[in-house]
């Protein structure tokens, strides 16, 4: 059963091990003004841990061995969270915030980033990629910017309804699945021969290049692609190019 935890006076740590597997036990604002500090599961019931309304400050959550969630939101710095050591773990953020890869530095031991809830933008680097999260999942409409330009564990990225845009370089080899919206696929790094190597684009109507000197190989159905601020060179093979594909030559260059 789901448990909302409220005036927990003078209870700094709560064990949540015991609680029934798949409920929902939501840290409240109260618990932040009643002086808990610490949820502590060392259980394998997966469950989902909500702690999105208890504030920014010293709060440390440690997930049990099963496949947990936790729930933050993005303006939640002062937060420790950490996945069990087993199981599949998730990260959820909500809110309005925009995250930094800062943001991830004492978050540990994901394996899934959950952005359905939230509607800032997102930044991912080296404190994501030591957090362990390889997949982001987006089942919202709040359209965002995702860049993960930085972040070399990501492998596989599901888009929301919303109008993404998503940024990463030339050479990420990522599984991209879409669900709706206007989306495009920024490109951060120049390319001087080839494409790129993220895979399943057929739900990217957009991709932009960087602002650089760029002679790129492209054969995408439906695409629109922008080019940057310099000289760029767009190669289709003849049998790939259709009254479908636009081809917009960017802001400068020839």
């Not at 990260?91 to 031991?109: E, H, I, Q, R």
Request: net charge negative; hydrophobic share 35%; charged share 15%.
């Amino acid at each position: 059963s789901d448990i909302v935890l409220t005036h927990m006076n003078r209870v700094e740590n709560i064990d949540i091990s015991a609680i029934t597997a798949g409920s929902t036990v939501t840290i409240t604002a109260q618990s932040n003004t009643d002086g808990v500090t610490q949820i502590l599961d060392t259980g394998a019931l997966g469950k989902t841990i909500d702690a999105s309304a208890y504030g920014n400050a010293a709060l440390t959550i440690s997930a049990g061995t099963g496949s947990d969630t936790v729930t933050l939101d993005g303006g939640q710095m002062s937060v420790i969270a950490a996945g069990g050591s087993n199981g599949s773990d998730t990260l959820a953020l909500k809110g309005a915030s925009s995250v930094t890869d800062g943001y991830f530095s004492n978050k540990t031991g994901f394996e899934t980033l959950n952005l359905t809830q939230m509607s800032g933008n997102i930044t991912l680097g080296s404190n994501a990629v030591t957090s362990g999260m390889t997949t982001i999942t987006d089942a919202g409409s709040n359209g965002k910017t995702i860049d993960a330009s930085a972040d070399t564990a990501i492998t596989a990225i599901i888009l929301g309804s919303g109008n993404d845009t998503l940024k990463i370089t030339k050479s990420q080899s990522i599984a991209l699945t879409d669900n709706g919206g206007t989306d495009t696929l920024e490109i951060t790094d120049q390319i001087t021969s080839g494409g790129i190597a993220a895979t399943s684009l057929s739900g990217i109507e957009k991709i932009q290049l960087a602002n650089a000197t760029n002679t790129v190989t492209l054969n995408y159905d439906n695409k629109t692609i922008i080019g940057g601020n310099a000289n760029d060179t767009f190669q289709y093979a003849v049998a790939n190019f259709s009254t479908t594909d636009i081809l917009d030559g960017g802001t400068a260059g020839t």
